[in-house]
């Protein structure tokens, strides 16, 4: 039963225009929510995070925003670049006292086309 | 230069061999986890550890087995009993806290069956 879902495996977009990746969860007691970029064969780098007291997060060309209400969060990326073609995972994770693991989506591959 | 570092890269492993894979940090960070990405699923967490000389089993521990003798390492052992072992591993870490505390990610080893 998957927690986190990216239901788009892949998008394009053209160099300049806005990229919005979308994210959706099942699971009420997640509090904290992150964004990743990863390149092939290399780990994945963090992005952007937004706690669940928020519904917006901003960061250079990067904004996330969270509706708790409809369980859905996306990433927008204003202007996009072909450096930004990459898999994009949205995660998640539960407040407590420890380092609970995240819990990923299965990415969505955004292409940025010159 | 802090960080975290697999190793090797690449490794192949023979029907019915065990292999560990290296997983070290310089970061200073108290939690590890252990990831297997396979294309089109995303990252599943294998194994994490959130303190030295304690482990907790993923969703995917099964075939698998790790140890934390020393903070800074985290090796994975894929047995004989990892029926399907090929796919990309992925170490991170975090530190310790509440909050939003991302995970930083080494850049994977890909292991492959001979």
């Known amino acids: 039963d998957q927690q986190v879902k990216q239901n788009s495996p892949s998008l394009s977009v053209q160099e300049g225009r806005i990229s919005i990746l979308n994210c959706d969860y099942t699971?009420?007691?997640?509090?904290?929510f992150l964004w990743y970029k990863k390149y092939p064969a290399e780990g994945p780098t963090f992005l952007i995070s937004i706690s669940s007291i928020k519904d917006k997060n901003e960061d250079g060309r990067f904004t996330v925003f969270l509706n708790k209400s409809a369980k859905h969060l996306s990433l927008h990326i204003v202007p996009s670049q072909p450096g930004d073609s990459a898999v994009y995972f949205c995660a998640a994770k539960v407040r407590t006292s420890g380092n609970t693991p995240l819990v990923f989506g299965k990415g969505t591959r955004l292409s940025v086309i010159a | 230069d802090g960080g975290i570092t697999q190793s090797p890269k690449y490794l192949f492993r023979k029907e019915g061999q065990n292999v560990t894979l290296s997983c070290e940090q310089n970061?200073?960070?108290?939690?590890m986890y252990w990831y297997r990405q396979d294309p089109g699923q995303g990252l599943r967490l294998i194994y994490y550890s959130q303190i030295v000389n304690d482990f907790q089993k993923g969703d995917i521990a099964e075939g698998y087995s790790v140890s934390r003798e020393k903070k800074e390492s985290f090796p994975l052992t894929v047995t004989s009993a990892q029926k399907n072992p090929t796919a990309f591993y992925l170490c991170?870490?975090?530190?310790?806290?509440?909050?939003?505390?991302?995970?930083?990610f080494g850049d994977g080893t890909r292991l492959s069956i001979l």
């Open positions: 970061l200073n960070h108290d939690a």
């Open positions: 699971n009420s007691m997640f509090d904290y």
């Open positions: 991170a870490s975090t530190q310790q806290g509440i909050g939003i505390q991302p995970q930083h």
